[in-house]
């Protein structure tokens, strides 16, 4: 089993909708998480810290589920703009590990 | 302004021929490393370094070497490159502890033929 699972999509949504990706990791990628955002063939950028209470940053809200070994990224009022990879990532250690990435496409 | 520089952006070359890829960033970040993203694995990490002369294997070591001669610049060096080694390359640095954005280059396509 991967340590940092995620479906790579993709999901295409119009604007306006509200879309949820989710990610499981195993025991040994649990110290911290995070979300990144990656466009098309540039580099990847931190979204968002994952807290336990879960945390939001304007559009966007992460949570963590540690019973169930999950984090979740919701984006509200999709955007055009948000079209890209949401990488998910747990910190083991001194490493980070990267989920594969889930691709979202919001549509007109 | 702020910014993890690597060269080059793309290399085309053929097997055997030792390259290197450089890295360098100007915040006094302790923390560097690299990865290489592949479709459907993801960015894996080939080595990192905590800082000066310390450095360490991370998931896919194999075929690379490392160096870390000063705090600013952390060259990733293919000794003898197969085509197994074509893809996209990112560096990164932060500061620590590890759990701080990361910042990364802007990538470094290379092909092995």
């Known amino acids: 089993r991967k340590e940092v699972e995620q479906d790579p999509g993709p999901f295409n949504v119009p604007e306006g909708a509200t879309v949820a990706f989710n990610c499981t990791y195993s025991?040994?990628?649990?110290?911290?998480f995070f979300w990144y955002r990656q466009d098309c063939r540039k580099e990847p950028k931190l979204l968002m810290s994952?807290?336990?209470s879960g945390n939001e940053d304007g559009r966007f809200t992460a949570q963590l589920n540690r019973a169930s070994q999950y984090i979740s990224l919701l984006i509200r009022d999709s955007k055009l703009s948000d079209s890209a990879t949401y990488l998910c990532v747990g910190l083991r250690t001194d490493k980070l590990i990267f989920g594969t990435g889930t691709r979202l496409q919001v549509f007109p | 302004e702020a910014q993890v520089t690597q060269n080059p952006r793309y290399l085309i070359t053929v097997t055997g021929k030792k390259l290197t890829v450089t890295c360098s960033q100007n915040?006094?970040?302790?923390?560097m490393s690299w990865y290489r993203q592949d479709p459907g694995l993801g960015l894996r990490q080939i080595y990192y370094?905590?800082?000066?002369?310390?450095?360490d294997k991370g998931d896919v070591p194999e075929g690379y070497k490392v160096s870390r001669k000063e705090k600013r610049n952390f060259p990733l060096i293919l000794e003898s490159p197969s085509p197994n080694q074509t893809s996209l390359y990112f560096c990164?640095?932060?500061?620590?502890?590890?759990?701080?954005?990361?910042?990364f280059g802007d990538g470094t396509r290379l092909s092995i033929l």
């Open positions: 990164a640095s932060s500061p620590l502890p590890v759990d701080q954005p990361q910042h």
């Open positions: 915040m006094n970040h302790e923390y």
């Open positions: 994952v807290y336990s």
């Open positions: 025991n040994s990628a649990s110290q911290s």
């Open positions: 370094s905590m800082n000066v002369e310390v450095t």
